[in-house]
């Protein structure tokens, strides 16, 4: 695995177990002092989080055996931006009940998308696809021979 695919598997490791974090905060600390409208949409940023860190586990793993990474590139750090816009913008929203947060999350939603949509195009593209896009073509070759030039 190169080093985009281990910062994919770091990244989404590392938004899985604030995942965790952040649902046993919401579910022990913030169930008594939010409102159920709150709680639900801290949860949706919690839950948005987890599944888009498993996300970002699969795009890791897949970066290890395809050879044509764009796509894939693309889709981790589409999955990456849409986490902090998407669940950021609604922790804070919930945290500090500033509405105006929540006109950051339809941002996050949309890289989320585009990062799915990325992610089924790589998937569709075969391994030979991707090795022809990465390897570069052979050299064409001349239709005169060396004797031809040097005058023999």
């Known amino acids: 695995m190169d080093n ?4 994919f598997l770091f990244v989404g ?7 965790v974090i952040l649902g046993a905060f919401g579910a022990h600390t913030l169930k008594a ?9 801290f949860e949706t940023g919690v839950r948005y989080q987890i599944y888009h860190a498993l996300a970002l586990l699969a795009v890791a793993l897949l970066y290890a055996n395809r050879p044509a990474k764009g796509l894939l590139t693309a889709s981790g750090w589409l999955f990456v931006v849409g986490t902090l816009l998407f669940s950021g913008s609604l922790y804070a929203l919930t945290l500090s009940g500033v509405r105006w947060f929540g006109a ?4 996050g939603g949309m890289a989320f998308i585009i990062g799915w949509f990325c992610l089924a195009v790589a998937g569709l593209w075969s391994r030979e696809e991707d090795e022809r896009r990465v390897k570069p073509k052979p050299p064409s ?6 004797s031809a030039r040097i005058g023999v």
Do not use: Y
Request: proline letters at 3%; charged letters at 10%; zero cysteines.
């Open 104 to 107: 950051i999350t339809p941002v």
């Open 13 to 19: 490791s590392l938004f899985g177990g604030l995942g």
């Open 33 to 41: 002092r939010l409102a159920l409208e709150l709680l639900a949409t």
């Open 141 to 146: 070759v001349q239709s005169t021979s060396n």
């Open 4 to 7: 985009q695919g281990r910062i």
